[in-house]
């Protein structure tokens, strides 16, 4: 199930249009320090040209491994996350992908507030709209799913909120395409961003972004 879940989102990144890829361009340019916490073995920011420090960071050695074999970040801080202790305003920007979602809601909330410090312009969080269901898998329990966000929540904590895959209704586990063919049917989802731009409580999945 892991190997399907990395194989399908490299396929799109290369040879589809990604919303996602698109906004974290554009929200991240002009920053010059960016921190990439839960950042994982493949993380998307690798497709974010620009950014003269880019530090990783994760509680999973083999993930933060991988990425140092892929080059895609400066710096690397391997700790368990709940206990990354960095100065106030010292990054740019913070980046928050695929891991709200892994926190105890409560336990959520206080990482936000730790993490909304640390930055100094800006911090983006991505993550399913509502609770996604997910298993620890690749011998990683960090990876089971624990709450679940909407964009009602962001807004209470002044964030704004893109929504990022398309209708909810066309993806399903990983935010795969429930239907097949997958290339077309990821297209169809992406089209539907014409309707969840403007209702992106109805979105798949969820950029939040607070300056």
């Not at 105890?104 to 410090?117: I, P, T, V």
């Not at 799913?145 to 904590?157: A, K, M, N, P, Y």
Request: charged share 25%.
């Amino acid at each position: 199930m892991a190997d399907l879940k990395v194989t399908w989102r490299r396929f799109r990144r290369m040879h589809l249009p990604d919303p996602m890829i698109r906004l974290l361009r554009e929200e991240l340019k002009g920053m010059d320090s960016v921190l990439d916490v839960g950042c994982g073995s493949d993380s998307p920011l690798q497709f974010v040209p620009g950014i003269p420090r880019l530090t990783g960071v994760d509680a999973f050695l083999p993930s933060l491994e991988a990425s140092k074999a892929r080059g895609i970040h400066q710096e690397y801080i391997h700790t368990p996350l709940e206990a990354l202790s960095l100065p106030p305003r010292s990054y740019d920007a913070v980046v928050l992908l695929d891991l709200i979602e892994h926190f105890e809601k409560q336990e959520g909330l206080d990482f936000l507030k730790k993490m909304e410090a640390i930055a100094a312009k800006k911090i983006l969080v991505f993550t399913p709209n509502g609770f996604l269901p997910q298993p620890p898998y690749e011998n990683n329990p960090w990876q089971l799913h624990r709450s679940g966000w909407t964009v009602r929540e962001f807004d209470d904590l002044g964030y704004r909120v893109y929504g990022v895959l398309g209708l909810k209704s066309l993806r399903g586990a990983f935010n795969r395409p429930r239907f097949h063919p997958w290339p077309f049917w990821e297209r169809v989802a992406n089209l539907s961003r014409i309707f969840t731009a403007k209702r992106p409580d109805r979105d798949a999945a969820l950029l939040a972004v607070k300056e």
